[in-house]
């Protein structure tokens, strides 16, 4: 049972079978986060404005619910947990044993317009990985990702009434396409192009040059993509291994560049610019067959720490836990 | 199954001719029903759903997966804004958006204008985008009356043929925006029939009625 009625838009109590069903969850994807070695965080649900100017820009940083507090702090309510675990622990890095595996769950908010099944306040999953070989730490990543998919999703069938019912997980690199769009928009229009080739636009894509990134996800030759086609490359190996690791557990991976052609383009946007921010390497999302919005988004976000003046090499990803939820409603309806 | 939407109104005949060019041929599709299977028609091989729905409706079942796909206005996307992928435009059924007014000029105020629409976020942004801030008066049909009867002193609407505008003496002052049916995919959809719709949009984008 959930309640909205007489709550703030956007907000709702889980009563009884819905508070024990997402107990149920967290206590199943934690205790799998538990067994490959990550520890849990608590994170604080107030910290103060300051330290996520640099973090956060755009749209994000107007998403955060700020107040000043009786002491004339301006404080502002958790909107993200990784930036707040990113800029508490920069200060730390040099005391800290790397490669470092956390995990966190709570609610975050945000003040963002009510889309289907958008609230202002949900609850999230998420792991983090510092430190270590990026290579590895990508793929390591990618798999506890799928892993925690396919946990949520239980013993779902790929099939049901005739209908493919299979995971999808979209890969990509932040920044794959920008010198594509810079030769091809120039610098003042490569921005709207990008959002174009995002939205899936085939006309400006076909006049980019970049068709085949609409239509099946990536160019033939990548040599198109300029110094961002070798990243391409080995993403594509990527994502041949995993398709080839997960390939009877009913999860479909693509390579599509489309997806985050808007992610890293505008530097002076800073790490929180478009809809997935801060990722700057390796991004990626997974949807399912009836959800309105990804069920989960992760990628590498280095510049974050960075930006902290802290060097670090960081990956990770967080689930809607309300969204894997559905994603279990949808496997006991069918 | 693949759930395509369609727009009762304007925009139906436009959207079955551009889906039929295509090779999607919905011959028999009754606008009274709101929900019918196409048998005989499949993307490689899967089924088709067709739910006639309202434009302003359509990208709410969109956004939700309900419907995978829909053509829908791109005045109503414009006003909605909602969070779905718009891979191309169709080349029938193209109109505007405009200021209209009694007169030919915009008409002179020493306080703030006001201008009547069904499209009030829309509207507001694109005058403010000319330096027009005016008082937008949300009106959800005959929107002409407006400028007409004194309620407001113009009027932002679609603009087709001007036989309306013409019919009551009305000037088209400025053209605001184009406004072209507009093929929409639901994200998770998207990539759920990539293949299949990737033929579809092909199909689209090379007829004579399809997308520019």
Same mark, same amino acid.
């Given at each position: ?61 107007? *998403? ?8 004339? *702090? ?37 003040? *963002? ?222 | ?212």
């Amino acid at each position: 049972m959930k309640i909205s009625a007489g709550l703030p838009t956007g907000v709702s109590a889980a009563l009884f079978d819905s508070a024990r069903r997402r107990r149920r969850l967290e206590a199943r994807l934690s205790a799998l986060l538990e067994e490959r070695g990550f520890a849990e965080v608590l994170l604080p649900i107030l910290d103060y404005f300051e330290p996520y100017r640099p973090l956060l820009t755009g749209r994000r940083l107007e *998403q955060l619910y700020r107040f000043v507090d009786r002491d004339g *702090q301006l404080l502002v309510l958790r909107g993200d947990f990784t930036p707040m675990l990113a800029r508490l622990l920069a200060p730390h890095l040099d005391e800290l044993e790397l490669p470092l595996r956390l995990y966190y769950r709570g609610d975050v908010v945000r003040h *963002q317009p009510l889309r289907p099944g958008r609230m202002r306040e949900y609850s999230q999953l998420g792991a983090e990985l510092l430190g270590g070989d990026e290579a590895e730490a990508d793929e390591q990543m990618l798999t506890l990702f799928f892993d925690l998919l396919l946990e949520a999703r239980g013993e779902a069938p790929a099939v049901v009434d005739g209908e493919e019912h299979a995971l999808r997980v979209v890969l990509g690199v932040a920044g794959a396409l920008d010198e594509a769009l810079l030769a091809a928009a120039g610098e003042h229009e490569a921005s709207d192009l990008a959002l174009r080739i995002a939205s899936r636009d085939r006309i400006a894509a076909r006049r980019a040059g970049l068709a085949e990134v609409v239509e099946r996800g990536y160019p033939t030759d990548l040599s198109v993509l300029g110094g961002t086609g070798e990243a391409v490359f080995e993403l594509l190996a990527l994502r041949d291994r995993l398709s080839s690791a997960y390939r009877d557990a009913a999860v479909e991976i693509e390579v599509d560049l489309a997806e985050f052609a808007a992610a890293a383009l505008d530097p002076r946007i800073g790490v929180g610019s478009g809809p997935r921010g801060y990722y700057d390497g390796l991004m990626f999302a997974a949807y399912a067959p009836g959800t309105a919005l990804a069920l989960g988004v992760g990628g590498r976000y280095d510049r974050v720490f960075r930006s902290l003046s802290g060097d670090c090499s960081a990956v990770g990803f967080s689930f809607g836990l309300d969204l894997l939820l559905e994603l279990g409603a949808a496997e006991a309806r069918s | 199954m693949i759930t395509v939407g369609l727009p009762k109104g304007r925009n139906l005949g436009p959207a079955r001719a551009a889906l039929a060019a295509a090779g999607l041929n919905l011959d028999g599709l009754d606008s009274s029903r709101l929900r019918q299977r196409f048998p005989d028609q499949d993307l490689l091989g899967t089924p088709v759903e067709v739910l006639l729905l309202k434009d302003w409706d359509l990208p709410l079942y969109v956004e939700h997966g309900i419907v995978d796909c829909a053509i829908v206005g791109s005045d109503v996307l414009e006003e909605t804004q909602p969070d779905v992928f718009r891979p191309l435009q169709l080349k029938g059924g193209r109109s505007r958006l405009s200021l209209i007014a009694e007169t030919p000029e915009l008409p002179k105020r020493s306080g703030q204008l006001r201008a009547a629409t069904r499209y009030p976020t829309w509207a507001a942004r694109l005058l403010a985008a000319r330096n027009l801030h005016v008082e937008v008066i949300h009106l959800t049909s005959s929107i002409e009356l407006g400028p007409l009867l004194d309620l407001t002193d113009v009027a932002v609407d679609i603009v087709q043929t001007g036989g309306t505008l013409r019919a009551h003496d009305l000037h088209e002052v400025e053209v605001l925006a184009a406004v072209a049916p507009t093929f929409v995919v639901n994200r998770a959809s998207f990539h759920a029939h990539r293949r299949r719709l990737s033929g579809l949009l092909g199909g689209l984008e090379e007829t004579e009625t399809g997308g520019d």
